[in-house]
């Protein structure tokens, strides 16, 4: 029936190649790296709205609540860690049939979880924060792993397919991976918090090139245009 | 050109991959001269408030937001006048452009939206971009027949929707 089909990263490719061959075309999620961008004027003002002292490690979870994005298990891990370490806070942004779930965890462990449900300008939260957690079942290449990249963020990832192709096409990227059970979970943000501490105050932004949304919608554009043709 | 993109059903929230792509895809082709509108159609309450472009019409799809069950929205298994209220509102859109030889559509995934698009198509051989997020119905299903937690009736149905317009799911 379609045209064009456009799928968003090279594992969907794969699955749906075979059916479709010519009409497929791997076009990734455009990330508008002028948004994505390290701002230090955006960390401390966030920070302070969201009250988060200066020398506290932040992790952020950005996302639907859903069992497929496993914040089940994020929350899990997280109770645990709350116990080994003083300085640390989850910031959780977003909605979802588990928010339940969230207010329970943050009733337990007051004043260490933040839950925004929804917001326009997602920038001001990965720029408020040190390291993004992503944690799929499903997604390959999630745009939060990009965008919490752009502004200068630690991603802890479970390892897709995706993931690993980032991880060995920019070695030098600060993402690293866990196993998707609890204790893997609880270690990599140990790791990570560790990190934070010998960090160097000023954020590089990672840019993942073939994401840029002027490269990648110029490329959808071109699709609309020989198929006009 | 004009564009017609159609995202899919009640997405709620703000951060969805499918929103930021119409998103950033509208305000790109606003500033290309070689577009001259850009219709969305979504039922989405989000959608519906933002004008991301000059050159943008937004379009109400189906019946709105009317909860979840288990991840799934409710309009998406139950709500048969989804499916005709959004055929008609695009029937209309396309009779009206029908004769620009340079309309296209493009929907954001998934099979409720093809067998809306595939009248369509027979109709009024539109061009049909489809892009596929994510994991689309054949995730949701596997994910939920686990768990035995959607109507049997409706499983089997949209197992088969998915795999007559996308057969290989993931």
């Known amino acids: ?229 | 050109m004009k564009v017609l993109m159609i995202t899919r059903h009640p997405i709620f929230e703000l951060l969805g991959g499918v929103q930021q792509y119409i998103k950033t895809l509208a305000k790109f082709l606003e500033r290309k001269n070689e577009i001259d509108k850009i219709f969305i159609a979504s039922s989405s309450i989000n959608l519906k408030t933002r004008k991301f472009s000059k050159k943008n019409i937004f379009l109400k799809l189906g019946p709105k937001y009317q909860g979840l069950i288990d991840g799934v929205p409710k309009a998406m298994i139950f709500n048969i006048g989804y499916l005709i209220d959004s055929f008609f509102t695009l029937r209309k859109i396309i009779i009206e452009n029908r004769n620009e030889d340079s309309f296209i559509i493009h929907s954001h995934e998934s099979a409720l939206l093809a067998i809306i698009l595939l009248p369509i198509k027979l109709l009024y051989k539109s061009p049909i971009v489809i892009t596929q997020h994510g994991i689309g119905w054949y995730g949701y299903l596997k994910l939920h027949s686990e768990r035995k937690s959607i109507n049997i009736v409706f499983t089997p149905f949209l197992f088969f929707l998915e795999k007559l317009f996308f057969p290989i799911g993931r």
């Open chain 1, 1 to 229: 029936m379609a045209d064009k089909i456009i799928v968003v990263d090279e594992t969907l490719k794969e699955v749906f190649y075979k059916d479709f061959k010519t009409k497929i075309e791997v076009i990734y999620n455009p990330i508008d790296y002028r948004i994505f961008r390290p701002s230090e004027y955006l960390r401390r003002y966030v920070r302070k709205q969201l009250g988060v002292k200066d020398d506290e490690f932040l992790l952020l979870y950005i996302g639907r609540l859903s069992e497929e994005k496993g914040i089940k298990e994020i929350m899990e891990a997280f109770d645990q860690i709350v116990k080994k370490v003083r300085k640390i806070k989850l910031l959780i942004v977003g909605n979802g049939p588990l928010l339940r779930m969230i207010e329970i965890y943050k009733k337990k462990n007051k004043g260490r979880i933040i839950h925004i449900k929804q917001s326009d300008e997602p920038e001001r939260f990965y720029n408020a924060s040190d390291a993004l957690i992503f944690f799929s079942k499903f997604e390959e290449r999630s745009r939060v792993v990009p965008e919490a990249l752009g502004c200068g963020n630690i991603v802890l990832s479970t390892p897709t397919n995706e993931i690993l192709r980032i991880k060995s096409q920019h070695p030098d990227f600060p993402i690293f991976l866990y196993e998707p059970n609890i204790e893997s979970i609880v270690n990599v943000i140990l790791f990570a918090y560790k990190r934070f501490k010998l960090k160097n105050k000023r954020r590089r932004q990672f840019i993942i090139k073939e994401q840029d949304a002027r490269e990648v919608l110029e490329k959808v554009f071109y699709i609309y245009k020989t198929i006009l043709e």
